[in-house]
């Protein structure tokens, strides 16, 4: 979705890595693919959901590396996977089709306190999740060269951030705080409305099936983000930003930017907003970006 | 001579009807058991735990001079008391037999292969010999009882127990953790009584008069109770007190209560409330939620028994350093007691009967339906102590945000309980009676209020209570509907709510406008009970309430002798079953405590003191708490307490130096039995 | 109005509980019928489609009527964070979606998005547009380079064939 649809999120992400120091922390992963998608693979085959997603997860394995994600689908498709794969029975399932390609899932291997030596699964992050707690919202706050002024988020976390808490929710579900606290950060006021944690509409096939009925989701969200006075909104998915930057042509009524959490971290830490591909948004930033210093 | 490896054993073998004898060839075994060296008589019966089969039994042992038995027959689970009682009848020790299992684990188990069940029978008895060839005589344990029972909690149970048992003679100690007794019932909860109305016909009940024995207030119905109780000679009552520490066994059990300090001479109280007026702390009530307020020196409520002042000390001035002493210079009596430390107290008892009742569940996770966000969302705890006539609210149910009454009601109902997200998801069995009670009062005081439940399934079992539920609908018109509410939203400014919920029966999603919504929560164990329990060593069920000793039989024992439950300790259940249940209790202990003397039934284990270490982990690894430390000269040595020991073999094992020894299952029994095992015949 | 006949024993499939089960739907059995999922559910409070009405459905084993609904769930996660026995309806409408696929077929957009998986790797397929956008903002106009596609697509392609996903589906793999 990235590559192919909003590539300044990639943009985004490498300027916020690069001003925050971290960058020798990163690398790239260029063979990964597609997650898979859950909606159509994990609704369609699971064995071959759990081969592709396997796939991904083997090259971070092999090089000893933590896989983040910029998107909450993604997060949750890998983050199943490795809770599948830590049963011994379905490793052993996935890695007979893994032979075909020459890899093996093992997991990682760590020396444990004890001083033994284990396998553990690959970690699975969400991006939002290594900002917080592995830089830390001081950092970020210190690497803002842009203060956002007062801009008015709405916080859209998305569905896959906060549920299922069973496979390892990134926060309290009923209460997330994390990118809210970012905005802060950033200088930008993080409103309260009233469907904040519900769903966007989009996921699960829905937004490719029926999209009327995922406008229809869409359309609550978008009433109470608008009566609450946001001046956009702000999501750690690209797929929700898909779906809340496109909806908006169907509703009457102000048009209010949608931005993925990495853009807007980028904007305040100083980055070109050409570099950041949001003039190709569908509803135009210029309002929000407006209101920051410097434009 | 048994004891001495020449025991002279007689062989009984049962052919229980068709159960075992149609499996297996039972003269062929009796004619294989009469040759085993040491076997004297060898005999056959259809029903050897019949009467005419227990005759002839003792008839053999006399006539053969038998003084080990070995009994081929169902588990000893069920008959070994029935056999045991019956050699000592014919003068052996009743310790000297042995019961081998060729029902369950052989004729039942291997009914399509009567040859080879046939062959194993013959092993099993073989073994039975050899062992008993060895066996000592025992002699049980005798226990004194003590004449004193302790009951724990002063809730409706409790005291029903408490009373029963004193007017039966006993001395009884009723330790109670609050201020006041009466538990749940008397403070919060109204009682719930039934109406036996005429079917069909529409019946006033009217509080302040009482004409019908329906929905009377709690108070009413517990206070005559108390007032004896706290009159009853044979009763002491510790108030303020909860069990710290309990050692001991069935007869004698060691108990340390600790009493706080309640800062005023329960002696001089008579509760006048002078004290109170001119106490300069104001607080709010934690007895009525919020709802009232009281002093730092109060009663909890007015109806509570003892009527006796307390001072929270947390809220007090002197607690600050101030020297206020309003209360003091007001009382005629001079009660108030500053320099109150509590006190330990030690008891001795012959029995102990756990009635710590419950409290409720306290929904807490945020955002979920509302409560402690909304402040008009209350819990049906809060709703009741509204109800109550001479509560914070005189009767009158209000919203706590404005103060006003509400127009339209909701009540949710399995709150806390049917939910295997926080817990076992246990049924509360009492919460949709409690919840037809309550409408049923609201719409007394406020009979223009509408009403609706939102309920999953409802229960509503008992003597009058399916005629109570068509009450509440009929007559009342309270609207019940199906479907557990999925968000309960507060309006702004209004601070109203609005229910979501799929009316499963409708098929449809509603979202419905309420004033104010009562979560009908469900009964869950009390604090504490944890740690009472491993106190006791008593077992807790999966839904965290006590565990009783069989579920259908034994509705009021424990796995520990000596120690009851009832009411609300041992599960949710409704005031009449509390009351049945802790009369039940009370009798159990009287039928224990009435013989003075108890011996123990356990073959139980007995240390080699010249082989212990005092290393300890016999009384680390032992579940009942049987094996003691005690100084021995230089060092200590390990001691079973035989009244405790419930013979489990733990220990034994447990012990690195083989110290510990199992009645009738020492090593060389168990060798002789296992080499019987493993001869070829 | 006229009213649909009522239903009969045929209609049941007795062996349609175990299906699910088989697919990874968890248990039906579990569901109380509160109907708290379907209160919380996106999609139900905005369809005719009620969660807790289809749950009841394959408790009863009437397939048929099931297998015409079950594509419509964003996944979203809120009845199993709501349910108090402890049922995952998603799963089993992730449960049910396995069993559409086999015994109806796969809707349009999944053929279409993993055709797109088999050729290029990725879910969308690459416009002029985004190729232009991409340039615009200082990468390259491809975003993967031919190692890429000849590994990582041979690799998807592979696993495809592996598990049967090509026949499934109806994907012409090729070599």
Redesign the interface.
Known sequence: MIPNRYPGIEQSIRKVIEGLGYGEKFADLPQATCCPVPGVFYSSDKSTWLALAARNLCLAQDRRLEMVTLCNGCFASLLKATECLSKPTTMGEVNKVLREICMKYTGVPRISPEGRRVLEPVKVRHFIDVLYNDVGVDAIRSAVVRPLGGVKVAVHYGCHYLRPTETGAIEDPGDPHMVDDIMAALGAESVDYQSKLDCCGAGGGVRSHVSELAAAISKDKYDHIESAGADCIVTPCPFCLLQMDTVQERFEGRKIPVLHAAQIIALAMGADRRMLGLDFHKVPVDGVLSKTRGG | MAGEGEAKVGVFVCRCGANIGRVIDCENLREYASTMPGVVTAMTHDYLCSEDGLKIMREEISKSGADAIVVAACTPRLHEKTFRDNIEAAGINRYLLHVANIREQCSWVHSNEPYKATEKAKDLVRMGVRKARTFSPVEGVSVQLKQEVLVVGGGVAGIEAAYDLAELGYRVHLVERKPVLGGNMATSFTCLLWCHEVPGKFQTISFRQGTFPTCDCSGCTITPRLVELINHPDINILTMSEVKEVSGHVGDFRVKVVQKPRYVDEAKCVGCGNCSIPCPVTVKNEYDFGLADRKAIFIPYQQGIPRKYLIDMDSCLRSRGEECSACLDSCPFGAPDYADKGREINLDVGAIIVATGFETYKPHVKGYLGYKESKNVITAVELERMLDKAGPTGGIVIRPSDRRVPKRIAFIQCVGSRNRRINEGYCSKVCCMYTMKNAQAIKETHPEVDITVYYIDLRAVGKGVEEFYHRTREDYGVEYTRGRPAEVLEEKGTQNLIIRAEETLLNKITERNFDLVVLSVSLVPPEGMKELAEMLKLRLSPDGFIQEAHTRMKPVETSIDGIYVCGCAQGPKDVPESVAQAKAAALEAAILLHKKVWKTESLNAYVDSEKCIGCELCIETCPYGAPVLEKVGQGNKARIVEALCKGCGTCVVACPSRAIHSRQFTDRQLTNEIRAALEVK | MLEEPPIVDEECDRGFIKKITE??GGDVQVC?????C???C??????EN?V??IIKMCQMGLKERVLSTP????????C???????M?P?ELI?AL??IV?REVG??P??VE??HN?AD???????SAN?ME??K????PAE??DK??RD??????R???R??G?DK??GIKLGD
């Open positions: 697919f990874g109380m019928q509160c109907g708290n379907t209160g919380v996106p999609v139900s409070m905005k369809t009620k807790r009405n594509w419509v769930c964003a996944t979203c996660y809120r199993f964070e709501h349910c108090p026995s402890g995952n998603a992730v979606r396995h696929v796969p809707p957009f999944v998005t993993s998986v290029l790797g990725q879910s969308m397929k690459l985004i956008m991409r615009e903002i200082g990468l975003p993967f190692l890429f590994k990582a697509v041979n690799d998807i592979t696993i495809m592996a598990t996903f499934l589906i």
